[in-house]
Nanobody, 128 residues
Framework: VQLVESGGGSAQAGGPLRLSCAAP??????????MAWFVQAPGKDREGVAS????????DYADSVKGRFTVSQDTANHILYLQMDNLKPDDTATYYC????????????????????WGQGTQVTVSS
């Protein structure tokens, strides 16, 4: 499974940025149970940011992004989004899209060990 992220780049603090993730040839609600976004800053572990259940609307967020980031999916075009608002310099990191076809009981959490497919990452840099 190939996950392809796009939309990374540079942004000013307080501004928005939207990331996208596609899985060419795959259908989200048929092929995946959960999808999520993770971040990894230099020298730090990869951490979960947001997750979404592919078959419904259940979402979960890390405390650090609640109220600022929104995860969503375009079910018709099979694209995962991460809308990032009110960006902070601390949001600077490489952002990874992840997917899982493991059973989740409709509760998808942004925890690394719950995902078995990963994208290559897209860099986000937020300047003050």
């Amino acid at each position: 499974v190939q996950l392809v992220e796009s939309g990374g780049g540079s942004a000013q603090a307080g501004g928005p940025l939207r990331l996208s993730c596609a899985a060419p040839g795959y259908t989200f609600d048929s092929d995946f149970e959960c999808m999520a976004w993770f971040v990894q800053a230099p020298g730090k572990d990869r951490e979960g940011v947001a997750s979404i259940y592919s078959g419904g609307e259940f979402t979960d967020y890390a405390d650090s992004v609640k109220g600022r980031f929104t995860v969503s999916q375009d079910t018709a075009n099979h694209i995962l989004y991460l809308q990032m608002d009110n960006l902070k310099p601390d949001d600077t990191a490489t952002y990874y899209c992840a997917a899982s076809n493991w059973y989740s009981n409709n509760a998808c959490r942004p925890q690394k060990n719950r995902y078995n497919y990963w994208g290559q990452g897209t860099q986000v840099t937020v300047s003050s």
